[in-house]
């Protein structure tokens, strides 16, 4: 029923400058595919088929990533580099791509408002920011997850983890009442609180599903931490009304947006891909 996906891009990525100057961030590769692709991967699995990105600068390279390069084709054609390309060739011919730019970084919230022309708003849709990478070695994709859970609840889910007290103020923070076993029912929502003023250390993570009413809540959202347009806020707002839920997904989560987590994630997947070939 979830068949579109919005994959915000249009950060200017500063802490990867000056790899980022001319490229946008999700691009960058953990291994040999790009941080994108892995999301696309995930949202496909999920069964998403059309990928909607907001785009900022640069945006060339993720258009051109997922289209077909024709003299690429022709030059590996028989050799043994085209299993290298699969992958990427089995989502370009059943996914469709579209994109739309943000004009003016003011927000996540803006950035997933400008999607509204992308993904429509009549429908539940997808939200994944690339640079969070999610794996789940021993089952289904986080996204595949949250898509069962909203087959269930109908309403919106954001993806919430656990991380030590310290490291709260880098994210949204919800509490909220454990319903089910890792299903929290949301009664407040805070963007980047101070680590002492925090309502818990459960934070969202880049993987969300919305229903449509949230394009109306963010026209009248006003802005918040940092003079963005927050999407937490607009969430908090839709739970008050309704209800939303925060889901404590199986899997591993890598913050690809910081140096750290990106060379956690290359660990992880250069380790992983020995293992499987060996
Ligand atoms: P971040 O704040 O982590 O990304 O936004 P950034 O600004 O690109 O990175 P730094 O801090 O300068 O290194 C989280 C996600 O939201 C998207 C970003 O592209 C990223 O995927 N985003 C954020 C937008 O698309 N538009 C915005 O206005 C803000």
Redesign the pocket.
């Known amino acids: 029923m979830i068949k579109r996906c919005l994959f ?9 400058l000056p790899a980022t100057k001319a490229m946008p ?1 999700e691009m960058l590769p953990i291994l040999t595919k790009p941080l994108i692709q892995y999301g696309v991967e995930e949202a496909y699995e999920a069964g998403c088929t059309i990928m909607a990105t ?1 785009t900022g600068r640069g945006k060339r390279a993720i258009t051109d990533h997922f289209d077909i390069s024709y003299e690429l084709e022709h030059q590996i054609q028989g050799s043994d580099k085209e299993e290298l390309l699969v992958g990427i060739r089995a989502l370009i011919k059943n996914c469709t791509f579209t994109y739309t730019p ?1 004009n003016e ?4 919230g ?2 997933i408002h400008k999607g509204k022309a992308l993904v429509g708003d009549t429908a539940p849709f997808a939200v994944i ?3 969070d990478l999610c794996v789940n070695p021993d089952g289904e994709g986080v996204m595949t997850q949250m898509v069962k859970l909203y087959e269930k609840y109908k309403c919106s889910i954001v993806a919430i983890m656990e991380v030590p007290h310290d490291q709260v103020h880098k994210y949204g923070v919800i509490s909220g009442r454990e319903i089910e076993k890792d299903i929290f029912l949301i009664d407040d929502m805070v963007e980047k609180p101070d680590n002492d003023k925090t309502p818990s250390n459960l934070v969202i993570i ?1 993987r969300y599903i919305l229903t449509p009413d949230i394009f109306k809540i963010i026209e009248d959202t006003k802005p918040g931490k940092n003079g ?1 347009i927050q999407i937490t806020d607009a969430l908090l707002t839709q739970s008050k009304k309704g209800m939303v839920l925060g889901y404590k997904f199986q899997g591993k989560r890598f913050d690809c ?1 910081s140096l750290d987590g990106f060379v956690e994630a290359t660990n992880y997947f250069y380790n992983n891909l020995k293992e499987l070939k060996k």
């Open positions: 915000p891009a249009a950060g200017y990525g500063t802490r990867f961030k907001i943000q970084m003011k927000g996540l803006d950035a920011l690339a640079d880049g963005e947006g």
